[in-house]
C-alpha cells in the first residue's frame, strides 16, 4: 500500500496530474476541495456552512475539514493506497492526516510538491476560471487563495521536509514530462 500527497498551490496541476496517477497505480482519490464542491452543489448542512468560505477564497477550518476527510477514509476501507489532493493545507492537518494513517497500521509515503512560481500560477488560474467556470477562482477571490496558500499552507512543507518525505517536482513544462518525473520518485522507492 502506498500513500501520497500531492501538494502545491492553486492551479499548480493537481486535478491534472492526480487523473494521471490514479489511472497508473490505482490510488483512491480524495479531493477535499471536491468534496466541499460536491456538499455546496448538493446543498448539504455541511455545503450550506463552507459555501460563503469557499466563494471567498478562504480555507475551510481543520475541525470541518478534518472530520469530512476522517469520513471519506472510514468510507474506503479496503483502498490500495490513497492519493491525497489539496489535503493537508495547514499543519493541524498534516498531522491529523499521520494520526489516522498510524492508526490504520500505515502510513503517508510521499509528499510530491508540484513548484509553480506565482506568475504562472494567476495566468493558469485565470484561463481556468473561463473554460470551468469556477465561483471560487473569480478575480477577487483569487488573491485570497494565493495568499491563503503562502501564508498556511507552505507551512505543511517544512513539516514533510524535516521528515524526510518531502519530494520537489518542478510543475511549469509538459503534462507527461511532469507526471514521469512524478512516476519516477513512485518507482524508485
Ligand atoms: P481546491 O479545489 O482544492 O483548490 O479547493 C477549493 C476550496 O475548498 C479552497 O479554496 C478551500 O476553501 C476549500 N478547501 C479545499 N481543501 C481544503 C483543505 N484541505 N483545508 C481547508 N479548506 C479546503
Request: hydrophobic share 35%.
Amino acid at each position: 500500500m502506498i500513500n501520497l500527497v500531492l501538494f502545491g498551490p492553486p492551479g499548480a496541476g493537481k486535478g491534472t496530474q492526480s487523473e494521471k496517477l490514479i489511472k497508473k497505480y490505482g490510488f483512491v482519490h480524495i479531493s477535499t476541495g471536491d468534496l466541499f464542491r460536491w456538499h455546496t452543489k448538493n446543498d448539504t448542512p455541511l455545503g450550506k456552512k463552507v459555501k460563503e468560505i469557499m466563494n471567498s477564497g478562504a480555507l475551510v477550518p481543520d475541525e470541518i475539514t478534518i472530520s469530512m476527510l476522517k469520513e471519506e477514509l472510514d468510507k474506503n476501507p479496503d483502498a490500495n493506497g490513497f492519493l491525497f489532493d489539496g489535503f493537508p493545507r495547514t499543519v493541524g492537518q498534516a498531522e491529523a492526516l499521520d494520526k489516522f494513517m498510524a492508526e490504520n497500521n500505515t502510513a503517508i509515503h510521499f509528499v510530491i510538491a508540484l513548484d509553480v512560481n506565482e506568475k504562472e500560477l494567476r495566468e493558469r488560474i485565470a484561463k481556468r476560471r473561463t473554460v470551468e467556470n469556477r465561483a471560487d477562482d473569480e478575480e477577487e477571490k483569487l488573491n485570497k487563495r494565493v495568499t491563503e496558500y503562502f501564508s498556511k499552507t507552505i507551512h505543511v512543507l517544512p513539516f514533510y521536509e524535516k521528515a524526510g518525505r518531502l519530494n520537489t517536482v518542478n510543475g511549469v513544462g509538459n503534462i507527461d514530462d511532469i507526471f514521469n518525473e512524478i512516476c519516477a520518485i513512485l518507482d524508485k522507492k
